[in-house]
């Protein structure tokens, strides 16, 4: 049995558990911001801090605060808020940082290339289940290319000054099977800003196309200058980390001494683990083929099933 002595203590912990619960929650010390997101999950915290932001502050501080404050405003993500109605002629804007001018005024029928009523979809999902994850896909071009842009948007219903609105965010992924644009996912691209992002959007969209077109895109991958660019190439091991193709000149296709030798993990299995995860990043010293010297280098590989074979398709950029 419980004694009087113990009763107390869970009594007391139960009292203390919102006030721990408040203190650590990640809007408190301002830790998520638009400059933070990654992934999707980044996106629905975003937006839940964003409402609690508007909920503490007020209508008008929010608004501001969405317009100027970097931490609501960076890049491609930024905060919106919009009448939460099922027609686009009724839903007015309240805040829409790119064009202020457009705040005040009604958005319109806004139907997708999948034939879905935004707005209708937006509203059947704040009010029905209380916000969640929404999916569409714009005709809207972006900066480079013509290209669709799938865009997945996080959404909660807030009131705005007594009115319904909604409040959310959006993604736009580079790295999807529809968004995987020559234009802007190449190794070019991840050669002139090598990092993690850019990394995983080369390698992912190689994984698609090779998932896509099965062994017919090896002569693809290795050759077309889209996925070959100075020290950055592609390459494909099997399920023992052999190598079973690469897009670097210099590597004898079908032997792991070049790229994939033991002494470049101290003997450690790197395919296993990267086929049980998905993906995974490693981190080795090996020859620059740019360079002609040993550099140390950060790749990441995704795996794939291609011909009820399990491979993992990869790429890496060198460290100076």
């Not at 999707?40 to 969405?66: I, K, L, M, S, W």
């Not at 609105?165 to 959006?170: L, Q, R």
């Not at 980390?241 to 450690?268: C, H, K």
Request: hydrophobic residues 40%; glycine residues 8%.
């Amino acid at each position: 049995m419980i004694g009087a002595a113990s009763r107390f203590l869970l009594a007391l912990g139960a009292l203390l558990l919102p006030a721990l619960s408040l203190a650590q929650t990640p809007c408190a010390d301002k830790s998520v911001a638009a400059s933070a997101i990654r992934t999707r999950e980044d996106v629905r915290t975003f937006v839940q801090c964003a409402r609690e932001y508007a909920r503490e502050h007020g209508t008008t501080e929010a608004r501001r605060a969405f317009h100027e404050d970097v931490r609501w405003k960076s890049g491609q993500f930024f905060v919106y808020v919009d009448g939460n109605t099922p027609r686009g002629e009724d839903s007015m804007t309240f805040v829409w940082p790119p064009d202020p001018s457009r705040e005040g005024g009604y958005w319109g029928p806004l139907i997708d290339k999948f034939g879905n009523d935004y707005f209708k979809e937006t509203a059947r999902v704040t009010t029905n289940f209380g916000g969640g994850y929404v999916y569409f896909s714009f005709s809207e071009p972006n900066s480079v290319t013509d290209m669709d842009q799938l865009l997945e948007a996080y959404v909660l219903p807030i009131d705005w000054d007594g009115t319904p609105a909604v409040i959310g965010a959006d993604i736009y992924r580079q790295d999807l099977p529809g968004t995987c644009s020559p234009a802007e996912v190449n190794a070019a691209a991840l050669e002139t800003e090598p990092n993690a992002e850019r990394l995983q959007e080369l390698v992912r969209c190689a994984a698609y196309r090779f998932e896509e077109a099965g062994y017919f895109a090896a002569f693809e991958l290795q050759n077309n200058p889209r996925w070959r660019s100075g020290s950055i190439y592609l390459f494909v091991l099997n399920s023992r980390g052999m190598q079973y193709f690469s897009s670097n000149p210099v590597t004898i296709n079908g032997a792991a001494v070049e790229e994939w030798s033991d002494s470049l993990f101290t003997e450690r299995n790197v395919a296993s683990p990267a086929a049980a995860f998905g993906e995974s990043t490693l981190y080795y010293d090996a020859l620059n083929p740019a360079s002609g010297s040993v550099q140390r280098k950060v790749a990441f590989v995704k795996r794939v099933m291609v011909g009820g074979e399990a491979l993992l398709v990869g790429s890496g950029y060198y460290l100076p």
